[in-house]
């Protein structure tokens, strides 16, 4: 096999968990909703990883920190988001830098999927499943506390611990869809008392 042969049968590899979903959870989707046309049966859409800075104001270098965190948490370069509108008593202009933000399609958003689910919430301190935060339209935002549940981030460059917030976008028509397509994908849910399915 030629160098270029090669180049091309890693690049045309599906992510472990897209395989997954083409092969198992679809078929089980359709079977658990009774949908009549696969067309129908949810996906995973996109993923959007942010970080919210409000310390940003008074401390402008955590921006640059944030960036090169999630940077690596992503394995993609993020966005700076910048406040919309003045408000005084928190001392903030329009137009500051207050957060940091990357979305994922993709391949790139299935490896995250799968590292986030196998690797970083097994590291959370006293983990005891994911808090259902749903809106309504099948989408679920996770929040971690810190980001050093992620392996990839060195612990001598983490100068202070910073939350961020975990967006999983679907297709689902409805939150019931969503949350059964996120289960089915292995994302561990806390369950409630008196709901024994989560």
């Not at 089915?184 to 849910?189: A, D, Q, S, T, V």
């Amino acid at each position: 096999m030629t160098k270029a042969s090669q180049s091309s049968a890693v690049s045309s590899k599906q992510p472990r968990l897209h395989d997954l979903y083409c092969k198992q959870v679809a078929s089980k989707l359709m079977a658990d909703l009774k949908l009549e046309n696969s067309m129908q049966i949810p996906r995973l859409d996109k993923i959007v990883v942010s970080m919210g800075l409000g310390a940003a104001v008074q401390e402008p270098k955590l921006v640059e920190m944030s960036l090169e965190s999630l940077g690596w948490i992503c394995g993609q370069k993020p966005v700076v988001t910048r406040a919309r509108k003045s408000i005084a008593g928190f001392k903030l202009r329009q137009g500051m830098r207050v957060g940091v933000v990357v979305t994922l399609r993709r391949g790139r958003m299935w490896e995250f999927f799968d590292r986030f689910v196998h690797i970083a919430l097994p590291r959370v301190r006293d983990f005891r499943g994911v808090n259902s935060r749903f809106d309504g339209s099948g989408n679920c935002s996770v929040g971690v506390t810190e980001q050093l549940v992620f392996p990839e981030i060195p612990y001598d460059r983490a100068d202070r611990s910073t939350g961020l917030n975990v967006t999983f976008v679907t297709t689902a028509k409805d939150d019931h869809a969503g949350k059964l397509l996120l289960r089915h994908l292995g994302l561990p849910f806390r369950i409630k008392k008196g709901d024994s399915n989560g």
